[in-house]
């Protein structure tokens, strides 16, 4: 087996995606053979499609039609017994823990079906820096009213970081609002007009491309190396999760510019849900964050390992950011991303063998009220736990 395969097949608007394809090769294959088709996956280019599906896959198009896993109608599987089964053979409760569940935990995925769906030929992205406390502060705090109830065909998600000024060298802050629309540069103005005046987007800020033009525009690169599958970035991360049901104070905003500016590696990036993801079950899937989730938050931190650069200390600071978002991320239990995985939430022993209780730490922040239905259905299709890793899936008799 090829391992990372895309058979794209037009007359059922479906495809086989190999588990070892990255996206950037799902999104060219796709590209290669519609203009008016695309996939509602992530933009990193470098990421592999079968870890991506397996944790639910949030994307530029999640609000159109939901996440990747969404979109997934069928899949191979290699189970615990050597079998090779398919959505068929597997049975629904199997099938429903593949798209969502974590990856690690429930044999070998060879491949995965999904569905293809429609874009507009043109399409507009646009991106709208803000610099500054109070504009920033107004600006994100608007946002959280806006970003998640607007129509299914707008994504703007925004990103916050530090920067280092210009002239004075003083540290300050800076938000880049970026994302998508499927439509017209015209008809996003107008909207935006009506519903976002304050942003102050103009048409200097947008540019109407394709589908897959898009793709190549948020990660950075052009349409010809999408496919490349080697990420030449050569950096340290740190990534934790959260998840938000209530606007964010501007208080709490105000308090949280200085630490951004303290380390200039860090950026926090708050993508809204809503539209599609309000119309889809909570139990739909394993993952659990749809009606009544106003937006993702991911907390970033990168660095380049120097002399005397101490890992432990940009860890920390990482713990002392998500510290801080306490008081104003959705909680009992607090939720993360099991597609940002975060070791901090707890971890099995080395052989990735532990208990349903010690596994609750972990387990419901990722999946919530879905935890328990993940035991059951990894206590019947692999009962001797043969899959398994630091924050897998456990068993009932461990």
């Not at 608007?13 to 695309?38: D, M, N, R």
């Not at 069928?74 to 409760?93: C, H, P």
């Not at 304050?198 to 540019?207: F, I, K, P, V």
Request: aromatic share 12%; net charge positive.
């Amino acid at each position: 087996m090829d391992i990372h395969k895309v058979d794209v097949n037009m007359s059922s608007g479906t495809a086989w995606v190999e588990a070892g394809a990255t996206l950037g090769e799902l999104y060219s294959a796709i590209a290669q053979k519609s203009e008016i088709h695309g996939f509602p996956g992530g933009v990193c280019p470098t990421v592999g499609s079968g870890g991506h599906f397996s944790g639910g896959g949030l994307g530029l198009l999640t609000r159109k039609y939901g996440l990747a896993a969404d979109n997934v109608v069928d899949a191979l599987l290699i189970d615990a017994s050597g079998e090779v089964l398919n959505r068929a053979t597997m049975g629904d409760d199997l099938f429903w823990a593949i798209r969502g569940g974590g990856g690690g935990s429930w044999g070998v995925v060879i491949a995965w079906k999904i569905r293809l769906v429609r874009v507009p030929s043109v399409l507009t992205v646009f991106t709208v820096l803000r610099t500054g406390r109070h504009k920033v502060t107004d600006a994100v705090h608007r946002w959280q009213y806006v970003a998640p109830h607007v129509e299914h065909d707008l994504f703007m998600r925004v990103q916050v970081f530090g920067i280092i000024s210009d002239g004075d060298q003083t540290r300050n802050i800076r938000a880049s609002f970026h994302g998508m629309y499927l439509g017209s540069k015209k008809q996003l103005l107008h909207r935006i007009d009506k519903i976002f005046p304050e942003l102050g987007m103009s048409a200097a800020d947008c540019e109407e491309m394709s589908w897959i033009q898009s793709a190549s525009y948020f990660s950075g690169t052009n349409v010809s190396q999408l496919g490349n599958r080697y990420y030449s970035g050569k950096n340290y991360f740190k990534n934790k999760s959260d998840f938000a049901r209530k606007p964010i104070p501007k208080s709490g905003l105000r308090g949280l510019w200085p630490m951004l500016e303290r380390e200039l590696g860090s950026n926090i990036i708050l993508s809204p849900l809503g539209a599609k993801m309000e119309e889809i079950s909570s139990s739909a899937l394993p993952f659990p964050h749809r009606a009544g989730t106003l937006f993702d938050i991911q907390y970033v931190l990168t660095w380049h390992r120097q002399a005397g650069d101490d890992a432990a200390r940009h860890i920390e600071y990482m713990r002392e950011l998500y510290n801080y978002m306490t008081p104003y991320v959705f909680m009992n239990p607090r939720a993360a991303y099991v597609n940002y995985p975060d070791l901090d939430l707890g971890s099995a022993p080395f052989n990735g063998t532990s208990s349903v209780e010690e596994a609750r730490k972990w387990g419901e922040k990722y999946f919530l009220h879905n935890f328990h239905r993940l035991v059951q259905v990894k206590s019947r299709v692999d009962p001797r736990n043969v899959f398994r890793n630091a924050q897998s899936i456990p068993v009932y008799h461990f």
